[in-house]
Structure formats: C-alpha cells, structure tokens
DNA sequence: CCAACCCATACGTTTTCGGTATGCCAATGG
DNA sequence: CCATTGGCATACCGAAAACGTATGGGTTGG
C-alpha cells in the first residue's frame, strides 16, 4: 500500500467529504475520488458510506484510520528524527575517554556538551590505550578523548592541548620534600611502567624522556593502567612518570612533583574516524578545547 | 514522503547492500539504487554510508529506520484490521437490549457470542422503548433486541421468537392461588401501565387483549420500565401484564400467572439498519436465535 | 593486470497519477 | 412536476514517476 493513498484518506475521513478534502489538498476532486476507491479495492472492502450529504467512515473505515494516523505520523518523524541527526541536534554521542584524563576533563566537558546539544543522548566508554584505535574504527564509539593522539590513516586527530610529565611517589619518600625533582636524582630508582610502547604510546614519550637525560630507572612493574600505577606507588614498590592530569585521580598518600629540566609533555587529542559525517564532532571539539582551556 | 521508498529503505538496510535487496524485492538493482537516493534527497543528508562491500546505515539511517520499520507495519496492521473487520473476526458490536430481555436472554447470549465471534469487542447498552429506534439510526447500537419488533423504513427486522403475556401479581393476592387467571378476573382492577403507545409499542398490545375480552381495568399508575411496575405491584398499587420473560428479573414476593383464555404474545426481535454492512449482524442473529432457543 | 563485485548513471518503456469534462443520483424548491 | 443544486463516479488525456536494460567507474583479490 502507498502512503499517499492513506494520507489521502485520513483527509477525506477528517472532512467527511471527497470534494472539501479535495480542496484542502490543492487537488482536483475526481482523482481523489479515485484514489480512495482504489485503497477500497485493495482493502476489499468498502471504507466508506457514500450518503448523498458526503462520506462517513464505515467499521472498517474507522479500523483502518486509527492506524493510518499514527502510521503517517510516524513516518513523517521518522525523516524528521533522520534531519535532526543529520544537523546535529538529535541523536546519539559516543563519547571515548582514557582514564588518565577522566577526572581533569569530564567534569567540565560533560555539562559543557550538556548545554550545547541538549537533544543528544551522551554515551561514555573508558578506552584502553590497546583497545581505543579499534574501538573506534568499529565506531562503537564516535570519538575519543586520547592522551597521546592516536596515529592511523583513517583517524583524524585535533589536538587540544597538552600534560607536563611529573613523578608521582609516596608523600614519605624523601623525593617529596622537593618543590621539583631532578632528573638525576631518579637515576637508578624502581620505576612502575605502563604497557611497553608497542601497547601503550606514552610509554615511548617516558622512554625517549629517560634516555635523553641519560637515566636508568629498572622497571619494578609494568601495569595495564595509570590507575593501578598510582596503587603501586603508593605501596612503595616504585616511582611512576606521568602526565599532570593524573594527579586529579591519584590516591591519599600519592604526591606528584615536576620534573626540573624536563619540558617533555604528552599531547591530549580529540580523535575520531575520517569518514565519520557526524556534525557533532565539530561541537564536541568546541566542548573539548573549554573544557581543556579551564584545566 | 512514500511508503514504498520506505518499504525499500527498510530493504536496503536490512540486506545491507543494494544488489541483495533488489533481488530480495524482486526488481533490478539499479531503479534500487535511485530510489535510495531520492530518499537521501528528501531527508536531505545520506542515509548509507557506501563501501566498497555493501552499505552501512549512517546515524541519521538508523534514526528513520527506526521508525519506518514501526510506521511500516503500522500501516500493514491497518489495512489487514480494515479487512478484519469487514470479515467480521475483528472489531466492535454495540448491542442494544431492551430492559425485559435481560435476565432471559443476556445469560445465554453473551457467552455464546463471546465463542462465536472472540476477536470482537462487545458493548452492551439497556434501551428504552422510547429511544430504541434512535439509538439504532445514529449508530450508536448496532444490532438490537426489541420485544416488540420496530417497524421503520430504514430498520431490519427478523423475528426471534414471541412472549406470551402474563398477569403480575403480590403472592398474597388471593388471584395469586390459581394456576391460570381467566381475564375475567381482572375485570375493575387496578392496572400498573407502561407508556402509551406512541412512546411504548407493548402498550397497545395490551390494551388490544383487554378490549377483546371487553375488560376494563383503571390505570392505577404510569411507569416507564418494567422494573418500575413490578416494584409497584410488589406495593400493592395494581396487576401488571407483561411478557412472561419478565418474571426473571422480578422481585421476590411477585408472582406470574398465565392468562386462561388470552393466547396473545409479544414478539421478540432483532433489529438493525438496513443500510448496515456489518457482517457481525448475521452471526448476531444466530447467537440470538440459539439463546431464545433455550428460553 | 585482469576479473569480480557493487553501486551509480543514462535512456527508453510502461505504469500511475492528476486535471478537465461530463454523467448520475438524490434532495431541494418553486 | 420539473429544474436546480450538491456531491460522488467515470472517461479520457497529458505529465510525472518508476522500472528494466545497458553501461560506467571504483575497489578488492588473485
């Protein structure tokens, strides 16, 4: 059956009349007259009673116009709701994130994205630094908060700003006392690391960091996330070099303290799929870049 | 917007490829393949993303999906309820009762339709001898059950079955210890009447069977429902005649008694417009014909 | 580099739709 | 009683839309 048609119908059983719906229409009378003796033909039966003062539906009229109306209701939301997603204003955000920049950046990124596309469902996914390329490829999630950016040749990156690296350590280490720590003063310390950088990307920034300033530090462990780093730390087993922002999440008895001589940073990125058409990755850099601004 | 380019675009993306589709809606790919687009054209944002091995659902895709699958069957639902109901096997009956009938036929109607015809909804309605005829032209009740019949141009009629008349009385009424009350005896009585005929059919009936026997009975009180002249004949104010069905819903402490010599009866009937298709009206009839059956 | 696959475009044919003219029927009114 | 009016149905024609066939262009895989 033809959506027309019903359209067509619902017009003449709210008029009550071929002729006036005709004219509500814009269209001629008798074609319309046609095209409702036709949707009778395929119903098989009569839908309306023909008196000589205009139509009034039958049972099986009435039957069939409480389905129409909501069938052409829902057909028309239906391209209405595809607009809307198209232009950004409905629909559904998948948004990505690493741990590490959870705390400093959510609490301001998720009212900030609140506020600009109020219609949008927001999702939220913690990503692994192994599992985020893929997570968004497969576009189970639209875009990710990455810290360092991601390089793929499908993945677009817009970065947004960037994290000195610190030593996070005991509040009781001696290191501690210090308002920024040398390097030298890490050479030969337990390190606790993250994944090696075939996994991990950081871990590369923190090697290429150690090596430059000429220091060994033996990795005491390698740990999955900055997370379990900070535990690790705070149980004595060794130092960690992280980004800044992981301060905001670090347990009671972690301190952080910069790196004297060290300018090395690590960048935060907004990434997310080159093919992906989604208008709201432009308004969800905008939330990013505030919300990054006020860290 | 079409219901057919939806019926195609629900196609497209369930098959997730043009070609599969078109071969699954038994047409060439290529007409397919427009209609998709012009689709595209109306939302005015594409629908698929295109890959090289088939197409994929954009976000804006998934939203009208959504609801055109929902729309779709709406519409399918709609036009299959329309024939359901011109069948028969689904839809509403409004049936009409008058008062009198209730307690002998609804006992044994209402379950019989509920078997014969279970995808209907049934609503009842009491009517009155006055409103009857109305309620049945402007379509507010379908079908009736009349005792007696309407007589009117636009309403069908088919006769069901017929009610002697039958004398009420108080059980302590000494007519009370016959088994049969010649008419005779009514002779100066006071009669407990229903509305004149032009309101109230029944009434001429009566008054026609006293003026054969050429008895006189004074009209103690007018009622308009049955109901109403057995609660005063229950107070002593006078006899009543009335069909012998009534005596099924009379108080306790009325009594019936036949009429000797008076083989007059009231008929029973169904009643329905003449213009009304519905295809109800004649499993109603049987129904009621099984139900008076059993009387 | 060629073959296979899949979608897009072009063009001619067929179906369907809408408009105009007109017929039919019932109700209304002089 | 006939004429007029109001409303839907039918007939025919031109226009628009859809379908099929043929073909192009891109990417993948051997």
């Known amino acids: 059956m033809d959506l027309r048609r019903l359209r067509y119908f619902v017009a003449v059983a709210e008029a009550r009349s071929v002729g006036k719906a005709a004219e509500r229409l814009r269209m001629a009378q008798p074609p319309l007259s046609v095209q ?6 395929e119903v098989g039966a009569p839908l309306f009673r023909r008196g000589t003062r205009g139509m009034d539906l039958t049972d099986a009229g009435q039957a069939l116009l409480a389905r129409a109306g909501e069938a052409l209701a829902l057909a028309a939301d239906g391209i ?4 809307a997603v ?4 409905r629909g559904r955000l ?10 400093a950046m959510l609490p301001r990124l998720i009212p900030e994205l609140r506020r600009s596309i109020p219609g949008v469902d927001l999702d939220f996914a913690e990503l692994s630094a192994s599992t985020r390329e893929a997570r968004l490829l497969d576009r189970s999630v639209t875009v990710a908060l990455c810290m360092p950016a991601i390089h793929h040749p499908e993945i677009q990156v817009a970065g947004i700003g960037a994290q000195p690296f610190m030593l996070a350590m005991p509040n009781r280490s001696p290191l501690a006392r210090l308002s920024a720590v040398p390097m030298i003063r890490l050479q030969g310390r337990p390190l606790i690391a993250l994944p090696p950088p075939e996994r991990d990307p950081s871990s590369s920034a923190v090697a290429a960091l150690l090596r430059r300033h000429q220091i060994v530090m033996p990795i005491a462990s390698r740990v999955e996330t900055v997370h379990s780093a900070m535990s690790l730390v705070l149980a004595g087993e060794g130092l960690a070099i992280l980004p800044a922002c992981a301060q905001l999440g670090a347990p009671r008895g972690v301190v952080f303290r910069p790196l004297r001589d060290a300018t090395d940073s690590i960048d935060i990125a907004v990434c997310w799929r080159r093919d992906s058409q989604s208008p709201l990755i432009r308004t969800f850099l905008k939330c990013a870049e505030k919300a990054v601004a006020r860290l």
């Open 36 to 41: 409702i003796r036709k949707l009778e033909a």
């Open 80 to 83: 209405e709701a595809a607009r």
């Open 86 to 89: 198209a232009a950004g204003s």
């Open 94 to 103: 998948s948004v990505g994130y690493m741990f590490v920049l959870a705390n």
